[in-house]
């Protein structure tokens, strides 16, 4: 049984490879989130810095973004097999040393700024 789930947990990390750019914490990416209001059904864009990858290459993978809209902190996790994802653009990598960035919570104003990894 547990056979049949890893090979069926191994083709979904190779769609999810497929399908999505490659990102990781640090980086600012675009998410394209459909949204639903009454019968009506929009795309809506969710620019952000990714905190943090969880799960990475498994079926139950998430990652957690983090904005500002009008200088308040929002962040959103997002599961990376969701149907409400439409479309996923990686905007600009960041140079960080870490895979988890909650430090990023605590900062304001300029120590908030990641630098941009030269590609």
């Known amino acids: 049984m547990s056979k049949i789930l890893d090979f069926v947990n191994a083709e979904i990390a190779g769609e999810i490879k497929k399908s999505q750019p490659d990102f990781k914490a640090g980086d600012t990416v675009n998410v394209h989130v459909k949204i639903k209001e009454g019968a009506k059904e929009r795309v809506q ?71 941009e990894k030269k590609m």
């Open 45 to 115: 864009q969710y620019q952000g810095v990714v905190l943090q990858r969880r799960n990475s290459g498994h079926p139950g993978e998430t990652f957690t973004v983090r904005k500002i809209s009008n200088g308040i902190a929002v962040e959103r996790i997002f599961p990376i097999l969701s149907p409400s994802i439409e479309k996923l653009e990686l905007v600009r990598r960041g140079k960080v040393r870490r895979a988890r960035l909650f430090y990023l919570r605590d900062a304001k104003g300029k120590s908030a700024r990641i630098k």
